[in-house]
C-alpha cells in the first residue's frame, strides 16, 4: 500500500512538516539521554502501530549504537533486565502517556514519581513533550498510510532547513 499523501510536497504541509521537525530538535537538543529518547519513541510508535516510525527510531537508536537485544526488548521492557531503573520509568510515562484512554487518571502518580526521581525539571519538560510529539507523529504516519522499511538514518537532516 502506497502513502496516501505527502506532507512535503504539499506547501501548507511542509511548513507543517518542517516545525514539526524543529519542535522535535528542541527534544533531541535537550539533556533528555539520546538513548531514553529513541527507546520511548519506540515503544509509543508500537503501542500505536506505527510502522514508519518503528522503523525510523530502531534504526537511529541503532545507528547511535543501541545494543540490539535492547531494542528487541523495548516492548516487553517490564519483563527484561537491560533497562535502568530510569529507563523504566520513562517508558512507563510513555505507555500511561500514550495510552490515556485507557486510565481515567491519565499518567498515575506512582509512575510520575518514578519519572521525578530520575529526571531533573528540563529532562522532564522534555520527556513529556516527547511523548506528547511521538504520539502526533505516530497519529500522522499512521492517517496518511506511511509503511516502515525505507527509512535510512538521517535522511530527514536536509528537510529541516
Not at 514539526?20 to 509509543?44: C, D, H, W, Y
Not at 519483563?79 to 491519565?106: I, K, M, P, Y
Given at each position: 500500500?502506497?502513502?496516501?499523501?505527502?506532507?512535503?510536497?504539499?506547501?501548507?504541509?511542509?511548513?507543517?512538516?518542517?516545525?514539526?521537525?524543529?519542535?522535535?530538535?528542541?527534544?533531541?537538543?535537550?539533556?533528555?539521554?539520546?538513548?531514553?529518547?529513541?527507546?520511548?519513541?519506540?515503544?509509543?510508535?508500537?503501542?500505536?502501530?506505527?510502522?514508519?516510525?518503528?522503523?525510523?527510531?530502531?534504526?537511529?537508536?541503532?545507528?547511535?549504537?543501541?545494543?540490539?537485544?535492547?531494542?528487541?526488548?523495548?516492548?516487553?521492557?517490564?519483563?527484561?533486565?537491560?533497562?535502568?531503573?530510569?529507563?523504566?520509568?520513562?517508558?512507563?510515562?510513555?505507555?500511561?502517556?500514550?495510552?490515556?484512554?485507557?486510565?481515567?487518571?491519565?499518567?498515575?502518580?506512582?509512575?510520575w514519581a518514578r519519572v521525578r526521581k530520575h529526571y531533573d525539571d528540563d529532562q522532564i519538560a522534555a520527556l513529556v513533550?516527547?511523548?506528547?510529539?511521538?504520539?502526533?507523529?505516530?497519529?500522522?504516519?499512521?492517517?496518511?498510510?506511511?509503511?516502515?522499511?525505507?527509512?535510512?538514518?538521517?535522511?530527514?537532516?536536509?528537510?529541516?532547513?
Amino acid at each position: 500500500m502506497d502513502a496516501r499523501f505527502n506532507l512535503f510536497e504539499n506547501e501548507l504541509g511542509n511548513k507543517f512538516a518542517k516545525r514539526f521537525a524543529n519542535a522535535g530538535m528542541v527534544i533531541q537538543q535537550s539533556a533528555l539521554p539520546k538513548s531514553t529518547q529513541e527507546l520511548v519513541s519506540l515503544r509509543a510508535s508500537q503501542i500505536n502501530g506505527c510502522g514508519w516510525c518503528i522503523d525510523m527510531h530502531t534504526k537511529e537508536a541503532a545507528a547511535a549504537g543501541e545494543a540490539a537485544v535492547r531494542l528487541n526488548l523495548v516492548a516487553a521492557w517490564r519483563e527484561s533486565t537491560v533497562f535502568t531503573e530510569a529507563e523504566q520509568a520513562a517508558l512507563a510515562l510513555a505507555e500511561e502517556g500514550t495510552r490515556l484512554a485507557d486510565a481515567h487518571d491519565g499518567v498515575s502518580d506512582e509512575t510520575w514519581a518514578r519519572v521525578r526521581k530520575h529526571y531533573d525539571d528540563d529532562q522532564i519538560a522534555a520527556l513529556v513533550s516527547l511523548v506528547a510529539l511521538i504520539n502526533a507523529a505516530n497519529r500522522l504516519a499512521v492517517i496518511l498510510h506511511q509503511r516502515g522499511g525505507s527509512y535510512e538514518p538521517g535522511m530527514f537532516a536536509d528537510a529541516l532547513n
